[in-house]
């Protein structure tokens, strides 16, 4: 069967691979759909300091089910769609043993420390597979990037009594603004410096919008929440200006939530930390309860769905498609390789 690796940094090709064969426990899955993440991005681009090459990229993944062995439960069927929860879980480590198993230390994420899906077929645990009888094969594939954002807002405790700001419009913004506003019923304003992103968080549930390129930030929020800035802040950019711009903005005794890698130190003034008694959090990857809430999410109908999805290439355009992103990542959201 074929797959596409990156061979090394800026290089693809297409190889062939042995067809999977499933063992008891394990789902043959034939991969029909499979969305880029950022960090495959950062592999292309040599960026990813967690792989290895060659890799198979992806773990967003809409896929039908195409060969059930023994010891996989009645309730999965043949031509069933489905997703992958592509992380794994050592058990052992002080993440797995406080229940926090998406933070775990030995963890390998698909198309990250292990090859991924951008190939014909897969073999994974039953305990792996995610899915809705609602759910198209595109918002199958939503799930996963959607879930990163929902996990944050799980760790930022959000209500519907809270305004959250979220910093970036990208796909794992995109997660934390219908996961707080949609999901929790929170107000939220979103912040970015490109108009066309700030356009769709309004579709996905932000309900005031700031491009800080073009406007003060700190007036803005300051006019927006009566002088008490947002109490939930969730970080989805990745930038040293970001980092600082969230505990600066956020109120007093507020809650700030890391998702985003910075790609050099950061240097705070820490008196915030302090003078303000803020819970400053990470957020890593996502829990099977964050894929159910995003299935939720999807089901009601108002998530942008269409809209996320910036193009859709096929199987022999994959590796051209990487490389037209690194070439200009602003203008993409979501990029999907139809198999």
């Given at each position: 069967?074929?797959?596409?690796?990156i061979?090394?940094?800026?290089?693809?090709?297409?190889?062939?691979?042995?067809?999977?064969?499933?063992?008891?426990?394990?789902?043959?899955?034939?991969?029909?759909?499979?969305?880029?993440?950022?960090?495959?991005?950062?592999?292309?681009?040599?960026?990813?300091?967690?792989?290895?090459?060659?890799?198979?990229?992806?773990?967003?993944?809409?896929?039908?089910?195409?060969?059930?062995?023994?010891?996989?439960?009645?309730?999965?069927?043949?031509?069933?769609?489905?997703?992958?929860?592509?992380?794994?879980?050592?058990?052992?480590?002080?993440?797995?043993?406080?229940g926090?198993?998406?933070?775990?230390?030995?963890?390998?994420?698909?198309?990250?420390?292990?090859?991924?899906?951008?190939?014909?077929?897969?073999?994974?645990?039953?305990?792996?597979?995610?899915?809705?009888?609602?759910?198209?094969?595109?918002e199958?594939?939503?799930?996963?990037?959607?879930?990163?954002?929902?996990?944050?807002?799980?760790?930022?405790?959000?209500?519907?009594?809270?305004?959250?700001?979220?910093?970036?419009?990208?796909?794992?913004?995109?997660?934390?603004?219908?996961?707080?506003?949609?999901?929790?019923?929170?107000?939220?304003?979103?912040?970015?410096?490109?108009?066309?992103?700030?356009?769709?968080?309004?579709?996905?549930?932000?309900?005031?919008?700031i491009?800080?390129?073009?406007?003060n930030?700190?007036?803005?929020?300051?006019?927006?929440t009566?002088?008490?800035?947002?109490?939930?802040?969730?970080?989805?950019?990745?930038?040293?200006?970001t980092?600082?711009?969230?505990?600066?903005?956020?109120?007093?005794?507020?809650?700030?939530?890391?998702?985003?890698y910075?790609?050099?130190?950061v240097?705070?003034?820490?008196?915030?930390?302090?003078?303000?008694?803020?819970d400053?959090?990470?957020?890593?990857?996502?829990?099977?309860?964050?894929?159910?809430?995003?299935?939720?999410?999807?089901?009601?109908?108002?998530?942008?769905?269409?809209?996320?999805?910036?193009?859709?290439?096929?199987?022999?355009?994959?590796?051209?498609?990487?490389?037209?992103?690194?070439?200009?990542?602003?203008?993409?959201?979501?990029?999907?390789?139809?198999?």
């Open positions: 069967m074929k797959a596409l690796v061979s090394e940094a800026g290089q693809t090709a297409f190889v062939e691979r042995p067809h999977p064969v499933p063992q008891a426990g394990e789902v043959l899955l034939q991969v029909k759909r499979l969305g880029y993440c950022g960090s495959d991005l950062n592999t292309f681009r040599g960026n990813n300091p967690m792989v290895s090459y060659p890799r198979v990229p992806g773990h967003e993944i809409g896929a039908v089910i195409a060969g059930i062995p023994v010891g996989v439960p009645a309730e999965f069927r043949e031509g069933m769609l489905t997703t992958v929860l592509p992380y794994t879980t050592c058990g052992t480590c002080s993440s797995c043993r406080t926090r198993i998406n933070a775990c230390r030995n963890n390998q994420t698909l198309g990250v420390q292990r090859d991924g899906a951008l190939t014909d077929y897969i073999a994974v645990p039953w305990q792996k597979l995610i899915r809705s009888d609602k759910l198209s094969l595109s199958h594939t939503l799930i996963e990037p959607l879930s990163v954002g929902f996990h944050a807002v799980e760790r930022g405790q959000v209500t519907s009594d809270d305004t959250v700001m979220v910093f970036g419009c990208g796909m794992i913004g995109l997660g934390a603004i219908s996961g707080a506003a949609l999901l929790r019923g929170a107000r939220v304003i979103a912040v970015d410096i490109d108009d066309a992103k700030l356009a769709l968080a309004r579709k996905a549930g932000a309900k005031e919008t491009n800080s390129k073009t406007e930030l700190h007036d803005r929020l300051q006019t927006l009566n002088g008490d800035g947002p109490g939930v802040v969730i970080e989805a950019v990745g930038l040293p200006a980092f600082r711009a969230a505990v600066e903005e956020v109120s007093f005794a507020g809650r700030v939530v890391y998702i985003g910075a790609k050099e130190p240097s705070y003034e820490t008196k915030y930390f302090v003078m303000k008694e803020l400053i959090r990470g957020s890593r990857n996502a829990t099977v309860d964050n894929f159910a809430d995003v299935i939720k999410v999807l089901e009601s109908g108002r998530y942008p769905v269409r809209e996320t999805i910036t193009r859709t290439l096929p199987f022999a355009a994959a590796g051209a498609g990487l490389a037209d992103w690194a070439a200009d990542p602003s203008r993409v959201t979501k990029i999907h390789i139809e198999l």
